[in-house]
């Protein structure tokens, strides 16, 4: 069965690419590494892999900022289109997409692709272009809305209760992408949080990792209606790679250890978190914390 996935060893990346060469540059003349830009580390890439390991389709998608992304260098091998691959490479791409909380994606179609992208709901805006002198493309768009598992009254809620209660917050426009009761996304803007270097601020990433722990802790609460004050009692981060791009933070439920019900017999509850800190399909820090619930009984005690 053919599987559609990211490329993860350096030979599956070394066939992703040379599929794209092969089909959107050799033709035209075009040499060995022309395939490639300066976005390909904070890109989500995607192909489609047969059982015997021949890449057969290709695809990839960018942030340009928090909330539109750019599909790019989308390919199918030429003994196998007309099969329904691209389609599955654009639901992959679109799924990343929804998840990190991009609103509008835009690309530039061939004039032979306008139509197939028509059939997936993106309306063409008129010419964009003429590549090699020959090769006219055609802006399009589609918009999109969040995955229908999204808790969109939670995390609106959580989003409130951040902007208004912590400053940082709202500047650094950290907001809720994704929460279905088994991961939360989060991510913020790309401009704010930019050093001298153009890569994210450590703090930027520690902040959005904390609060992004802090949040899945806070949702737990809303889920199982307890009420507590959540604190952060120890952390520490790893930074593994500057960050380029777009950042988006992520908690697993599997990577999330703790009781909120406790909270109700009035006992402190504990949770042991990490977040994951990526860009694209590269995780770029991670945090680890210890969160505690104190809840109001064991608050009016201490006082």
């Given at each position: 069965?053919?599987?559609c ?23 035209w ?21 047969s059982p015997?390991?021949e ?5 990839r ?8 992304a ?15 691959l691209?389609?599955k ?5 679109e ?16 004039e032979g692709?306008?139509?197939?992208y ?6 063409e ?8 002198g020959?090769?006219?493309h ?13 808790q ?5 809620e959580?989003t ?6 912590i400053p940082m917050s709202n ?16 991510t913020?803007d790309?401009d704010?949080n ?30 199982y ?10 952390a520490?981060?790893r ?5 380029k791009?777009v ?5 697993n439920?599997h ?6 019900t406790v ?9 042991d ?6 860009c ?21 005690k201490?006082k």
């Amino acid at each position: 069965m053919n599987i559609c996935k990211a490329p993860e060893t350096k030979k599956e990346f070394e066939k992703y690419y040379q599929l794209r060469w092969k089909m959107l540059r050799e033709p035209w003349g075009q040499a060995l590494g022309s395939e490639k830009d300066g976005l390909e580390e904070q890109s989500y890439h995607r192909f489609i892999i047969s059982p015997d390991g021949e890449i057969l389709a290709v695809g990839r998608l960018h942030l340009s900022d928090q909330y539109h992304a750019q599909i790019r260098y989308m390919a199918v091998a030429d003994n196998i289109q007309g099969q329904g691959l691209g389609r599955k490479i654009i639901a992959a791409l679109e799924e990343q997409a929804r998840e990190k909380g991009v609103r509008e994606i835009q690309l530039n179609a061939r004039e032979g692709a306008v139509d197939f992208y028509k059939k997936l709901n993106y309306q063409e805006q008129g010419f964009s272009h003429q590549l090699y002198g020959e090769i006219n493309h055609y802006s399009m768009s589609k918009t999109l809305t969040p995955l229908p598992e999204h808790q969109a009254l939670m995390a609106d809620e959580l989003t409130t209760v951040w902007h208004k209660t912590i400053p940082m917050s709202n500047a650094m426009n950290i907001e809720i992408t994704h929460y279905d009761n088994q991961v939360l996304l989060t991510t913020c803007d790309l401009d704010f949080n930019k050093n001298l270097h153009n890569t994210m601020f450590a703090g930027s990433v520690y902040t959005l990792a904390t609060l992004t722990g802090w949040g899945w802790v806070y949702l737990q609460q809303q889920q199982y209606k307890v009420s507590g004050d959540i604190v952060l009692a120890d952390a520490k981060i790893r930074y593994h790679r500057p960050l380029k791009g777009v950042a988006y933070a992520k908690v697993n439920i599997h990577d999330a250890h703790g009781d909120i019900t406790v909270v109700s017999d009035g006992n402190k509850a504990k949770y042991d978190i990490t977040v994951t800190i990526g860009c694209g399909d590269n995780v770029c820090a991670t945090f680890s914390g210890l969160y505690v619930v104190i809840p109001e009984k064991a608050q009016a005690k201490e006082k």
